[in-house]
């Protein structure tokens, strides 16, 4: 397997009982890239997340993480990842340098070494006014810089960070994807779960799962550029009679109403989709536009999500 991948699986899957959680995923991640997992709740990125971090066992599959084999190697990875969870997993009735401090602890850092470690995070993450703090009275926003701070203290090789802005507004959250990029340019590798489309198209590449398959792999650009549909918006009276009328077609993946548009989905085999659609929309204006990851992940989840 190559040394310039981060993260590679193959066949990776978990079951709960009879449930397949994650099925089957091939993965190859290169180092120094901010990978995304692309999906709606219950699509299987936790649990994804949590057998590459060593914390769960694949019931099948081959997973080697920076180089090492996964089970097995959780002890060596313990020190060369980090792993921010989707909920808050600081102490919250400790201030902002006790967290730090405990979590310095745990890594086996010096007492010098924590001292200075831990004067650099607080000013890289801007919370040197509130080191007395308690985490548990602060905003979303710096509750998640907090844990950024944490889940790189020990500064992991590989970062893994699942759905870490779903408790933040969209300011902060943009800031965050900043951290994102520096961490990324200092060669840090991070693979990030998301629901949010934007967040995902900040990613060099990303999977979309969908009930734990992964449906499509790639950077945003390539998967908009090959997705199996043409785009085309629809203006005019009447549009949501005429999207009951459209989502019947076979051909048409979905319709879906953006403010007075009708973005509508026709598969690529459609051979030309302005005139197939212009004798369906009875004189509404109609123009082909160019796809949106929501679109391509509308497409390969066979507009199931859409309404
Ligand atoms: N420990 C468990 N026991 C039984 N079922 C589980 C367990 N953990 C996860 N699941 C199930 O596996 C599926 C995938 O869950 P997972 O948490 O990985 O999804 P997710 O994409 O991360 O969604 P979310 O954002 O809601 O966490 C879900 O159907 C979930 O209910």
Same mark, same amino acid.
């Given at each position: ?8 699986? *193959? ?38 997340? *949590? ?215 026709? *598969? ?40």
């Amino acid at each position: 397997m190559s040394h310039e991948l981060a993260i590679e699986t *193959r066949g990776m899957t978990r079951m709960f009982a009879d449930l397949t959680a994650v099925d089957g995923v091939d993965l190859a991640i290169p180092k120094g890239s901010i990978y995304g997992f692309l999906g709606p709740n219950g699509c299987g990125k936790s649990t994804s997340i *949590r057998m590459l971090t060593g914390l769960l066992r694949p019931t099948s599959g081959q997973i080697r993480v920076l180089g090492e084999t996964l089970p097995g190697a959780e002890e060596k990875l313990r020190r060369r990842i980090g792993y921010m969870t989707q909920k808050f997993s600081l102490y919250e009735n400790l201030s902002v340098r006790e967290n730090l401090e405990f979590v310095a602890q745990i890594y086996g850092l010096s007492r010098r070494e924590a001292k200075a470690r831990l004067a650099e995070l607080l000013a890289l993450y801007t919370l040197e006014g509130q080191e007395r703090q308690m985490a548990g009275s602060m905003s979303g926003g710096q509750r998640q810089r907090l844990a950024l701070a944490a889940a790189t203290l020990h500064k992991p090789e590989l970062l893994f960070l699942d759905e870490p802005t779903s408790a933040v507004d969209p300011e902060n959250r943009r800031e965050f994807w900043e951290r994102l990029f520096d961490l990324c340019s200092q060669g840090t590798t991070i693979l990030v779960s998301t629901h949010y489309m934007d967040e995902a198209e900040r990613c060099h590449g990303l999977a979309i799962l969908e009930r734990g398959i992964k449906r499509a792999d790639g950077s945003p650009q390539a998967l908009m550029a090959t997705m199996g549909a043409r785009v085309l918006e629809v203006a005019g009276e009447g549009l949501r009679a005429l999207k009951q009328q459209l989502i019947a077609e076979e051909a048409v993946l979905s319709a879906a109403q953006i403010g007075s548009r009708l973005r509508v989905l026709v *598969r690529s085999d459609v051979a030309e989709p302005a005139a197939w659609l212009g004798s369906r929309v009875a004189g509404r204006s109609l123009a082909e536009v160019r796809p949106s990851l929501e679109d391509v992940f509308v497409t390969c989840t066979g507009g199931r999500h859409v309404g």
